[in-house]
């Protein structure tokens, strides 16, 4: 799952969850790809990230860029 995707998820709609934010990683493999550039997805995302939250899920996945 891309990181940035998973800064998007919640468990909030599930009965009896209170904050459902950020969902823990468990990761059995990682693997880094790289990607062609888009400035228009990049920009859009920009707003929408939690930074914290996306810096924690990287530290769990053991990311390489932070």
């Known amino acids: 799952m891309k ?13 009896n969850v ?3 934010y950020p969902l823990k990683i468990v990761a059995t493999k ?3 790809k790289i990607a062609d550039y888009q400035p228009e997805f990049v920009s859009r995302m920009m707003k929408k ?3 914290k939250a996306l810096f924690g899920a990287a530290k769990e996945v053991k990311c390489c860029f932070f």
């Open 3 to 15: 990181l940035i995707t998973h800064n998007l998820l919640t468990s909030k709609i599930l009965k």
């Open 49 to 51: 990230i939690d930074y």
């Open 30 to 32: 990682t693997e880094v």
């Open 18 to 20: 209170v904050t459902g």
